[in-house]
């Protein structure tokens, strides 16, 4: 398992476009992938999770990654969740 605590750099948050996005990009992982918000834990691989998390722009949170390709999954889920990756990118 390897975890990493995040701020959100998203300008926006986690809206719609970059939960889309960064769900799209978790379910590609075998590792079971969560986010810990507050005391709350999130699956990331449900758009609906984490846009009722209401999750913005300065929020820190834990990105957890438990799994076969576990560190590859957390670091390209950090980058979304800095804004690093966008939709048009492979």
């Not at 948050?13 to 005391?39: D, T, W």
């Not at 009722?52 to 957890?64: K, T």
């Amino acid at each position: 398992m390897v975890t990493q605590k995040v701020v959100v750099t998203e300008p926006l948050g986690m809206h719609l476009r970059p939960a889309g996005l960064f769900c799209e990009e978790s379910v590609k992982y075998q590792s079971k992938i969560q986010i810990k918000k507050g005391n709350s834990f999130l699956n990331a691989k449900s758009v609906l999770g984490l846009l009722a998390a209401r999750i913005r722009c300065g929020d820190e949170v834990e990105l957890i990654c438990d799994g076969p390709d576990e560190q590859e999954a957390l670091d390209k889920l950090i980058g979304i969740l800095h804004g690093d990756i966008k939709d048009n990118e492979n």
